[in-house]
């Protein structure tokens, strides 16, 4: 069982900065793979990236060079640091994970509740 719980959303500015954190409970946290999706107001669910559980990172073209994804596993914590910020970056964002038993990653079998980010123009 692995439960996660985002945080570090909210408002800011387009250019801003923002860092979201995924805190996993469970000892088997490094075994997994971790995602980040967003979901913007009807609108389907999309990858962001992934980072293994050895740090392998893959990004979406829409957030390449923007976003960045790390992991701490001594903390059960991945990181999503999203700079230069756009309008269209709005949506609610979510951290899941998945068996580390295969690469790229397949069923994502635990998920987040969420968390909203806002940027302003």
């Known amino acids: 069982q692995v439960q996660l719980v985002e945080s570090g959303g909210g408002m800011v500015q387009a250019g801003g900065s923002l860092r979201l954190s995924c805190a996993a409970s469970?000892?088997?946290?490094?075994?997994?793979?971790m995602g980040w999706f967003r979901q913007a107001p009807g609108k389907e669910r999309g990858l962001l990236g992934f980072?293994?559980?050895?740090?392998?990172?893959y990004y979406a073209d829409s957030v390449k060079g923007r976003f960045t994804i790390s992991r701490d596993n001594a903390k059960n914590t991945v990181y999503l640091q999203m700079n230069s910020l756009k309008p269209e970056d709005t949506a609610v964002y979510y951290c899941?994970?998945?068996?580390?038993?295969?690469?790229?990653?397949?069923?994502?079998?635990?998920w987040g509740q969420g968390t909203q980010v806002t940027v302003s123009s």
């Open positions: 469970g000892r088997t946290f490094s075994l997994h793979h």
């Open positions: 899941a994970a998945a068996p580390g038993t295969s690469w790229p990653p397949g069923k994502y079998d635990y």
């Open positions: 980072i293994s559980w050895n740090g392998s990172t």
